[in-house]
């Protein structure tokens, strides 16, 4: 291998088939390295940021607050507190002299003023080095105001964005269990790990209730607090993002005994086989009970219909995609495996493919699924994602919003799979969205003024 990444990364890069399997990964990110990934508070933000009707004050700099302001994009169909970003500020004196008694102060005004469900109030990095008692503090407030007040334990420097998830799992465990759940139905679940980018949640919902099933809660998605609350009495908890919620359902599996299932809404096979096991998961659980039964059912027909009528529609842009290249480079391993899935279904070739929060178990299963000569790397940093697209000769980039300038200076095709998109991807509809946007980008006459994309990092 070409020297393109630091003496201490080199194990976190894997060429498929020039060595057994092996992947350094879920550690902290290398100093100097520039790494892709974000920090513990930011990544307890994406995580609780979109439950709407609560209040999420950030004690620190106010530049934590500005960084992660409508960090998902995550749509509400109701309330939009978690569209105001709100901070406490910390100067020079908060630091010197602490920052508890400004902290008590915002939160009562807050919380008076937008009469939230719940707030969530995160430390940042300044917080755990001048030790203000963020317990101490929401404990006094929530017995002044009657609104749950849950510290989020999320000082930056405390590890990587896992972290950052697992402060968060840790934050909403607080609230689960304090709701009632005398009537829930008996088919139902819980939605885990989906935020609601461009209103996909919903769609999701919509399969669910054709199913015959009751979405309990959505964590976080659209969430409620109310919601989430009673998310104990749920049947099931289906895990969409493995690696912010899966915590989560750990959890609530060990507390309440509700089994999960991981599952991904990316792509056909996918999509279909997410429907399939949670109607099998019932009909185990009920094997006698004819509405079990007919939940099956009315999920073969929801996926016969939605198949039947996706795949005419996609044959148009495999004919003109086949054999083009892509690279996937995402937040969470889990939804590469998807993306993997629904290049092939166009007959696109995945040449390099990687994340910021993998798991050995999951780069192993990348492994498997790719093709030889697939680089898979964890927590990669723009000089070896550079060197890696320029020399595989990707026609399209698949990542994010850090991903995107490196794609556009090396003239290369870009789909936003992350935080910011507006187009929904996720379902039925999404796949034929994806491929729809992948063709666009990849099929643009604006690259015939690109001289060469091997050279356009010159440019």
């Excluded at 769609?203 to 009673?230: K, Q, S, W």
């Excluded at 599996?253 to 991904?264: D, G, K, T």
């Excluded at 723009?382 to 490196?406: A, N, Q």
Aim: glycine share 10%; proline share 4%.
């Amino acid at each position: 291998m070409e020297a393109i990444a630091l003496p201490d990364r080199q194990n976190h890069i894997h060429r498929k088939g020039e060595q057994p399997f092996a992947i350094r990964c879920n550690a902290d990110s290398l100093a100097g390295a520039v790494s892709q990934r974000a920090c513990v508070f930011c990544g307890s933000r994406v995580v609780l940021y979109p439950i709407a009707d609560a209040l999420h004050l950030v004690h620190g700099p106010i530049g934590c607050a500005v960084y992660t302001w409508d960090i998902r994009g995550a749509l509400s169909s109701g309330p939009a507190l978690h569209r105001l970003s709100f901070s406490t500020d910390l100067q020079e004196m908060d630091v010197i002299f602490g920052g508890e008694k400004k902290l008590r102060r915002a939160l009562l005004e807050l919380i008076d003023r937008h009469g939230p469900r719940a707030a969530f109030v995160y430390s940042t990095c300044i917080v755990g080095i001048i030790g203000d008692d963020l317990d101490a503090v929401c404990r006094r407030v929530e017995e002044e105001t009657g609104i749950p007040v849950i510290p989020v334990k999320s000082e930056g420097f405390k590890g990587n964005k896992r972290a950052g998830y697992q402060a968060a799992c840790d934050a909403m465990a607080r609230l689960i269990g304090t709701g009632a759940t005398g009537d829930i139905s008996r088919f139902s679940l819980n939605i885990l790990g989906d935020f609601n980018l461009a209103g996909e949640i919903w769609m999701i919902r919509d399969y669910y209730r054709e199913m015959g099933l009751e979405v309990v809660a959505n964590i976080t998605g659209d969430g409620r607090v109310d919601a989430i609350r009673r998310a104990h009495g749920a049947a099931l908890n289906v895990v969409q993002c493995s690696g912010s919620t899966m915590q989560l359902a750990d959890m609530m599996e060990e507390r309440y005994s509700i089994p999960s299932l991981r599952v991904s809404y990316f792509g056909i096979e996918d999509m279909s086989e997410a429907l399939y096991d949670i109607a099998r998961f019932f009909m185990n659980k009920y094997p006698d009970d004819p509405e079990a039964r007919a939940i099956m059912e009315r999920t073969r027909e929801l996926v016969r219909r939605e198949v039947e009528g996706l795949l005419p529609k996609l044959e148009k842009y495999r004919q003109a995609l086949s054999g083009k290249k892509a690279a996937i480079y995402v937040g969470g391993s889990f939804k590469a495996f998807s993306l993997v899935k629904a290049f092939r279904l166009v007959d696109m070739e995945v040449v390099l493919v990687g994340s910021q929060t993998g798991t050995a178990e999951d780069y192993a299963e990348l492994a498997a699924i790719t093709d030889p000569g697939t680089i898979i790397v964890d927590d990669a940093n723009p000089l070896e994602l550079t060197s890696f697209l320029k020399e595989k000769g990707v026609d399209v980039f698949v990542g994010g919003v850090k991903e995107r300038p490196i794609a556009y200076k090396l003239g290369i095709g870009f789909c936003d799979h992350n935080h910011e998109r507006k187009e929904a991807l996720a379902g039925f509809a999404g796949m034929l969205n994806f491929a729809r946007e992948v063709y666009s980008s990849v099929m643009s006459p604006v690259w015939r003024f690109v001289p060469g994309r091997a050279d356009a990092a010159s440019l």
